[in-house]
């Protein structure tokens, strides 16, 4: 089993590339010259964000403050540059993990590979495998759920995305602005 294992990483994102509507997130991992991309999908991009966020919060809620934990992102950790190029997916995320390190005070997370259920034979799935900091872990969250709201809007009435052309809204029963949808 390929375990990428970065401990600390130089840089740790999530980053998105193509169009609303059609892209394809990454995680991307790089340190002293190796550089780990993976390709999951939108919500677990959010999803991780998201868990990421409350494991900090219960972790300071736990330790009555005294934990090396930012409540946000410090300003000097923000990363707003584009994916590390070249963007080659080493393997596709099937499930991820979070966990606490209190003895080092870090976040680590682990992003399995998915494994195709034809494919059982194989080895162990390829993990991609970070230890980050509390701080660059809020900074990871904020690029991440920026980078999941890019894209389309959502129908303030269903919540789907909208596409340039709309949508059959299911809360309009199949209907467009008074008119039936085709």
């Known amino acids: 089993m390929p375990v990428f294992d970065y401990d600390p990483p130089e840089r740790f994102v999530a980053g998105a590339l193509g169009q609303p509507g059609a892209r394809v997130f990454f995680l991307q991992a790089r340190a002293e010259g190796r550089l780990t991309t993976v390709a999951l999908e939108k919500l677990q991009v959010a999803a991780l964000a998201g868990r990421l966020d409350e494991l900090l919060d219960e972790v300071l809620r736990l330790s009555g403050g ?39 005070s870090q976040v680590v997370i682990e992003a399995q590979e998915v494994i195709d259920e034809d494919d059982l034979d194989r080895p162990d799935p390829a993990v991609l495998r970070v230890r980050i900091s509390a701080g660059a872990a809020r900074a990871f969250t904020q690029r991440a759920l920026q980078i999941v709201a890019a894209g389309r809007p959502p129908c303030p009435l269903c919540g789907q995305p909208l596409d340039a052309a709309g949508h059959v809204c299911v809360r309009l029963n199949g209907y467009r602005g008074g008119e039936a949808a085709s």
């Not at 946000?72 to 070249?86: G, Q, R, S, T, V």
């Open 66 to 104: 005294t934990a090396q934990v930012p409540a946000l992102a410090p300003a000097d950790l923000a990363d707003d540059a584009p994916l590390d190029a070249p963007v080659a997916e080493d393997f596709r995320v099937g499930t991820m993990a979070l966990t606490w390190d209190a003895e080092k």
